[in-house]
């Protein structure tokens, strides 16, 4: 069941969060050569997941927000947004708690593994330099072919 006052703090946190954070830092990066804004997301958004409803809504906020936004700030600063699947996090510690959960999450991924707090950072690092120099606006799915794929 989804509560109101659930949607509110997912909002808060993570769609505005976003919105205060960029604001603070754009008079700075406005006037840096090749800035650029990384967002997250998450697969929910695009797979419709059940129990996702709350995170997937304030989630599909961000890729909005960051689509939007790469338009408002271009050329000056790119803005894009990493969607992963379920990465091995403390934050999904309880969903990855033992081996059989730990198996059965990586049996849903076409890559047949768990995503990895370096998959993430490396997608955010390539979007943050110049190498992506030519790329804003864009969703970014590092998800084990989750969103795209079916084997």
Same mark, same amino acid.
């Given at each position: 069941?989804?509560?109101?006052?659930?949607?509110?703090?997912?909002?808060?946190?993570? @769609?505005?969060? $976003?919105?205060?954070?960029?604001?603070? $830092?754009?008079?700075?990066? =406005?006037?840096?050569?090749?800035?650029?804004?990384?967002?997250? !997301?998450?697969?929910?958004? #695009?797979?419709?997941?059940?129990?996702?409803?709350?995170?997937? #809504? $304030?989630?599909?906020?961000?890729?909005?927000? $960051?689509? !939007? *936004?790469?338009?408002?700030?271009?050329?000056?600063?790119?803005?894009?947004?990493?969607?992963? #699947?379920?990465?091995? +996090? /403390?934050?999904?510690?309880? *969903?990855?708690?033992?081996?059989?959960? =730990? /198996?059965?999450?990586?049996?849903?991924?076409?890559?047949? =593994?768990?995503?990895?707090?370096?998959?993430?950072?490396?997608?955010?690092?390539? @979007? @943050?330099?110049?190498?992506? #120099?030519?790329? +804003?606006?864009?969703? *970014?799915?590092?998800? &084990? &072919?989750? !969103?795209?794929?079916?084997?």
């Amino acid at each position: 069941r989804v509560s109101v006052d659930d949607m509110k703090e997912a909002m808060d946190v993570n @769609l505005y969060g $976003a919105l205060k954070a960029i604001q603070w $830092a754009y008079p700075v990066m =406005r006037k840096t050569p090749n800035a650029a804004v990384v967002l997250f !997301s998450t697969v929910a958004v #695009s797979q419709g997941m059940p129990f996702h409803t709350v995170v997937a #809504s $304030a989630k599909g906020a961000v890729e909005g927000f $960051a689509k !939007s *936004l790469a338009a408002e700030f271009a050329p000056k600063v790119r803005v894009n947004c990493i969607a992963p #699947s379920l990465t091995d +996090t /403390e934050l999904a510690g309880d *969903l990855l708690r033992d081996d059989k959960r =730990r /198996e059965a999450s990586a049996e849903r991924h076409p890559l047949k =593994r768990i995503g990895q707090r370096e998959d993430i950072a490396h997608a955010a690092q390539y @979007l @943050l330099g110049e190498e992506s #120099s030519w790329v +804003t606006g864009q969703i *970014l799915h590092v998800d &084990g &072919g989750m !969103s795209s794929v079916r084997v």
